[in-house]
């Protein structure tokens, strides 16, 4: 299996190929990167992997939430590659992307990502034969207006780690773990894109689109 992974949702460029069994990784934490250095760097992971664009099986791309620039971007790159070059898309949730890095966590994981205007992204997972499921729809909102949930071992993936006490008391849980890394991984971007495909959710390349969740706060 061939596939090229992109996740500029963050402030890092996160970019990655799989040939095989083999994982190359381009991974950069600098935002200026985005639109200046992820072609030329896709161009230097096929070059590493001796591959062509042809030769993919498909694009995994992070499809969101996250910094608007960033998915643009993404997108703009993954459309025009996958079009051209005739290649499946397969979308994945950015914040599944960090609960799976939580792979040796039992219980559930809620991942709290800052969406300015003091509200968060947030999302809950739980771990199934060792891939991040979602186990309710992800959503925007200010903390105070979460929803209380079920008790049990929870982990919290975080970047505003400053907001964990208030989250805990909205959601009425303790977190056992905390973690604040929040940019996603190229082997944990591959996991998700290979369960995805499995599971029938490529798309075509016309079809790959971002996910902002606050387009579906202002048409409720």
Do not use: C
């Not at 200026?32 to 992820?38: A, G």
């Not at 909102?141 to 929803?147: E, R």
Request: no cysteine.
């Amino acid at each position: 299996m061939n596939l090229l992974a992109i996740d500029t949702s963050t402030s890092s460029t996160v970019l990655g190929l799989q040939k095989g069994d083999a994982v190359f990784d381009h991974t950069v934490r600098d935002v200026r990167t985005h639109s200046r250095e992820i072609l030329p760097s896709i161009s230097a992971l096929l070059g590493e992997a001796e591959l062509t664009l042809g030769e993919l099986d498909g694009i995994v791309f992070g499809q969101g939430p996250g910094s608007f620039t960033g998915l643009r971007i993404a997108v703009g790159v993954v459309q025009g590659l996958a079009y051209g070059a005739d290649l499946a898309v397969i979308p994945v949730s950015s914040m599944a992307v960090l609960a799976q890095t939580r792979v040796n966590h039992e219980g559930p994981i809620f991942v709290a990502l800052s969406a300015r205007l003091e509200e968060i992204y947030y999302g809950i997972y739980q771990l199934t034969s060792g891939v991040a499921i979602a186990t309710a729809a992800e959503g925007v909102t200010d903390v105070a207006d979460l929803d209380e949930t079920a008790m049990g071992d929870w982990h919290l993936v975080t970047d505003v780690p400053h907001l964990q006490d208030s989250i805990s008391r909205s959601l009425g849980v303790s977190f056992s773990e905390v973690s604040s890394e929040t940019v996603p991984t190229v082997n944990h971007l591959l996991t998700l894109g290979l369960d995805r495909r499995a599971a029938g959710g490529s798309v075509s390349a016309l079809e790959a689109t971002p996910v902002y969740l606050r387009e579906q706060v202002a048409s409720r």
